[in-house]
């Protein structure tokens, strides 16, 4: 039999032994080093600053260094920019590659490639992961940049209407409820002040009606409708199935499988979340609010 060379990514070891077999013979390079197929250096070598090397790397060429991250020399996997800053540029060698967060914009997430904007309610210094609003006693929200009030606190806007869900800059106010005199509940939804025996639930029930739960606020229905009863397991099965995977780069994969297993797939960019990065595929469950009730599917 001819010799053999150890395979690309691995490196001959010494052994005093026969060099019978490719695991008595030959190592794997350890991650943050490689070795291209044969080469004349016989041991693996360190990574080069702007790139990755997985255990086993042959050509660190492969792996370049994606945008949002930063791979010093002898590195096995990207190091995230951390939040409040954005790196734009791919094969980033140093921390200081991640470039802070221009002011009136803010980074919540890692690894990311550029800055979310604050919105017309919120500013903020240079390097900021979250905005601050300029209104008093309100929240801002990472999602689409907004300020609402804080829970228990309500503003009247321009036309002196109530709210405590929409975005602005005007300071909120506590909210004051009037006190339910003796024999009435407070309504968990509209905190309203009603009579339990003249309250009727059948708005929220349907025919069947139920009973207003004197501690919760919330009406207890007599009757309700199960999933199971709307679709069992085999109506599940049936059903075509969403799924979502974020790449490297930020973006979202959704693959749709039909019911005859007919797949499509599109790429979202640009995307918010998720907050924590998950590189596996994930099954996606839907959730509908409307006037009719909370629906999922």
């Known amino acids: 039999s001819t010799m053999r060379s150890c395979e690309g990514g691995s490196m001959p070891v010494h052994t005093s032994g026969l060099r019978g077999s490719k695991t008595s013979s030959c190592s794997l390079c350890e991650g943050g080093t490689y070795r291209p197929y044969r080469s004349p250096i016989l041991h693996c070598l360190p990574c080069p600053s702007g790139y990755y090397c997985p255990p086993g790397t042959e050509d660190f060429k492969t792996t370049p260094c994606p945008a949002g991250y930063i791979c010093r020399m002898g590195s096995t996997q990207p190091m995230s920019c951390p939040l409040g800053t954005f790196g734009n540029l791919t094969r980033s060698e140093q921390m200081g590659d991640c470039h802070p967060c221009p002011a009136n914009t803010f980074n919540h997430l890692p690894a990311q490639k550029a800055c979310f904007p604050c919105g017309s309610s919120s500013t903020s210094p ?163 609010f409307d006037s009719e009730g909370v629906f999922g599917w």
């Open 126 to 288: 240079a390097g900021s992961s979250s905005c601050t609003c300029i209104g008093k006693n309100r929240a801002f929200q990472p999602s689409d940049g907004s300020c609402l009030c804080r829970t228990g606190f309500i503003f009247y806007n321009e036309l002196d209407l109530k709210s405590s869900t929409s975005d602005s800059q005007l300071d909120c106010q506590p909210e004051v409820n009037r006190r339910c005199v003796v024999g009435e509940v407070r309504l968990a939804a509209s905190r309203e002040c009603v009579s339990p025996s003249l309250h009727s639930c059948d708005i929220t029930c349907g025919p069947h009606g139920g009973i207003l739960n004197v501690e919760m606020g919330i009406c207890h229905c007599e009757q309700y409708v199960s999933a199971e009863e709307i679709c069992n397991t085999s109506c599940l099965s049936r059903l075509p199935q969403l799924s979502a995977q974020l790449t490297s780069d930020g973006d979202l994969n959704l693959s749709f499988r039909e019911k005859d297993n007919t797949v499509w797939a599109r790429t979202l960019r640009n995307v918010l979340g998720p907050d924590i990065h998950k590189r596996i595929s994930g099954k996606i469950h839907l959730a509908q």
